[in-house]
């Protein structure tokens, strides 16, 4: 069973730090990874979405990579805002039932301070 | 404007109640699914469809039903069946060519 796990579970920043947060997966055989953010009571905005032949992508001040062989994926925010507090979730694609579903993990609440 | 429509936002059942949540998408996806939030749990799929009149079950489908009647549209029927139903309910659709998902806003559901 595919386990894809965030951590840390929350983060505090000071405005304007830049940050990197993590998302490891147990299966490197993944589909894609995507990130999402989730504001409180709010449904999941899709941030970045990685196709396991890609590296890396970049949307603004986001920036998300991935390793397939270490099975790990990062995003990182650049000059961070008060904006940007919400919780960060991950998602891997695997294979199952001829299709693909995703695997979340349980997320990063991050809080930007000003 | 193309996405993903939930209704209602909040909804409240009462004990041995069957209640119907409702999913529409105009961005011509052809897979839908539906996940159930709990706080420390993450989001867990109750079921999924890649084409009209066909659906499949995901990890937590008992105590729920769905329909897909039409391409748009994704409704999830939560049963008397379903012991403890008071979570957030979210509604995906992806297309099958990269499978980037696109989720609704959600409906909050309460048992009273």
């Known amino acids: 069973k595919q386990e894809v796990t965030q951590i840390p579970a929350a983060l505090s920043v000071p405005e304007g730090e830049n940050l990197v947060l993590n998302c490891s997966f147990t299966d490197s055989a993944i589909y894609n990874l995507q990130w999402f953010r989730q504001d409180p009571g709010k449904g999941l905005t899709s941030l970045l979405l990685i196709q396991s032949s890609q590296r890396e992508q970049t949307s603004g001040r986001l920036n998300a990579s991935l390793d397939k062989s270490s099975g790990r994926s990062t995003l990182y925010i650049a000059a961070s805002q008060p904006g940007d507090s919400a919780t960060y979730l991950c998602a891997a694609a695997y294979s199952g039932a001829g299709s693909y579903q995703l695997t979340f993990g349980k997320g990063t609440k991050l809080s930007v301070i000003p | 404007d193309g996405g993903i429509t939930q209704s209602p936002k909040y909804l409240f059942r009462k004990e041995g109640q069957n209640v119907t949540l409702s999913c529409e998408q105009n961005l011509n996806h052809d897979a839908m699914y539906w996940y159930r939030q709990d706080p420390g749990q993450g989001l867990r799929l109750i079921y999924y469809?890649?084409?009209?009149?066909?659906?499949q079950k995901g990890d937590i489908a008992e105590g729920y039903s769905v329909s897909r009647e039409k391409k748009e549209s994704f409704p999830l029927t939560v049963t008397s069946a379903q012991k403890n139903p008071t979570a957030f309910y979210l509604c995906?659709?992806?297309?099958?060519?990269?499978?980037?998902?696109?989720f609704g806003s959600g409906t909050r559901l309460t048992v009273v």
């Open positions: 469809s890649q084409i009209v009149n066909d659906f």
């Open positions: 995906a659709s992806s297309i099958t060519s990269n499978y980037g998902y696109t």
